[in-house]
T-cell receptor, first 113, second 117 residues
Framework: GAVVSQHPSWVICKSGTSVKIECRSLDFQATTMFWYRQFPKQSLMLMATSNEGSKATYEQGVEKDKFLINHASLTLSTLTVTSAHPEDSSFYIC?????????FGSGTRLTVV | AQKVTQAQTEISVVEKEDVTLDCVYETRDTTYYLFWYKQPPSGELVFLIRRNSFDEQNEISGRYSWNFQKSTSSFNFTITASQVVDSAVYFCALSEVPLIVGNKLVFGAGTILRVKS
């Protein structure tokens, strides 16, 4: 089945640094990638939708300069959290549409200290 | 606008009990897809089922069953003879049809299921 590989699984970084999360579609071409954020005991909140070769579309309230999304190829989309702060600590998950459903990455748990 | 409501925040049952997780949705679309996902403590989302709005047949898969009622905009999920391994967060989600580029999934708040031995 369709697989989206997400790395890293977890990362701890210092405040002020940037962190890049990668999502690769292993056996299909992902023209669209969705990026979600999930706080503890909460639902998945869509942050942005990225389309290969074009600018990402951000949901209302999401800072596009802080959460940089790049979808340069059909198999790779990246989310970079710039100048991370403790409040950015969260679980980030990518997802791509595939046939009649959606496939998800395994998630990245980001802790900013 | 689309909306998915999972009114049960947390449910605790004892192993072997049956449990039903409720899901109510709102959409103006006449065609749509409904999904259920399981999220174990590891965090990954496990796909359980997809149902399109034209198919109101109930479905059974092992200990899992789903009851789709368009008249009440509900898509409830029942686990029969629950097991400890069923402990997880369960999300109901809704998407427009066709699943064209950009159509996103709208998630409910999730229901935490705790199955005690």
């Amino acid at each position: 089945g369709a697989v989206v590989s997400q790395h890293p699984s977890w990362v701890i970084c210092k405040s002020g640094t940037s962190v890049k999360i990668e999502c690769r579609s292993l056996d299909f071409q992902a023209t669209t990638m969705f990026w979600y954020r999930q706080f503890p005991k909460q639902s998945l909140m869509l942050m942005a939708t990225s389309n290969e070769g074009s600018k990402a579309t951000y949901e209302q309230g999401v800072e596009k300069d802080k959460f940089l999304i790049n979808h340069a190829s059909l198999t790779l989309s990246t989310l970079t959290v710039t100048s991370a702060h403790p409040e950015d600590s969260s679980f980030y998950i990518c997802s791509s549409r595939r046939d009649y459903g959606y496939t998800f990455g395994s998630g990245t748990r980001l802790t900013v200290v | 606008a689309q909306k998915v409501t999972q009114a049960q925040t947390e449910i605790s049952v004892v192993e072997k009990e049956d449990v039903t997780l409720d899901c109510v949705y709102e959409t103006r679309d006449t065609t749509y897809y409904l999904f259920w996902y399981k999220q174990p403590p590891s965090g990954e989302l496990v796909f359980l089922i997809r149902r399109n709005s034209f198919d109101e047949q109930n479905e059974i898969s092992g200990r899992y069953s789903w009851n789709f009622q368009k008249s009440t905009s509900s898509f409830n999920f029942t686990i029969t003879a629950s097991q400890v391994v069923d402990s997880a967060v369960y999300f109901c989600a809704l998407s427009e049809v066709p699943l064209i580029v950009g159509n996103k999934l709208v998630f409910g708040a999730g229901t935490i299921l705790r199955v005690k031995s």
